[in-house]
């Protein structure tokens, strides 16, 4: 069974910094990518920042240059720094982790964090 604990969410006001943690527990091979999605009320949930093993991190255009995806593979956790907040950041944030539970050749599963409240607003 694998677990994704989200943390570091909270109020800012606009122009301030947040830092979220994601950690992965449970038993499983390897993680392929982690990644940070966010959804305001009303509308779907779109892709932040994502995190490929051996690979490099993409951004969404309206986070390039504000917000930082980090890993430490050690601790099977994945962070997000976020700097120069806007009111329009303001949504839940979810981290997503893509496993392979057995092995290398295992097809690879998706889990979901539970949501942390990030709010920006004076």
């Known amino acids: 069974q694998v677990q994704l604990v989200e943390s570091g969410g909270g109020l800012v006001q606009p122009g301030g910094s947040l830092r979220l943690s994601c950690a992965a527990s449970?038993?499983?091979?390897?993680?392929?990518?982690m990644d940070w999605y966010r959804q305001a009320p009303g509308k779907q949930r779109d892709l932040v920042a994502s995190?490929?093993?051996?690979?490099?991190?993409n951004y969404a255009d309206s986070v390039k240059g504000r917000f930082t995806i980090s890993r430490d593979n050690a601790k099977n956790t994945v962070y997000l720094q976020m700097n120069s907040l806007k009111p329009e950041d303001t949504a839940v944030y979810y981290c997503?982790?893509?496993?392979?539970?057995?092995?290398?050749?295992?097809?690879?599963?998706?889990?979901w964090g539970q949501g942390t409240q990030v709010t920006v607003s004076s």
């Open positions: 997503k982790a893509e496993i392979r539970p057995y092995s290398y050749g295992s097809t690879t599963l998706h889990y």
């Open positions: 995190s490929t093993t051996g690979r490099g991190a």
């Open positions: 449970g038993s499983f091979f390897s993680i392929t990518a």
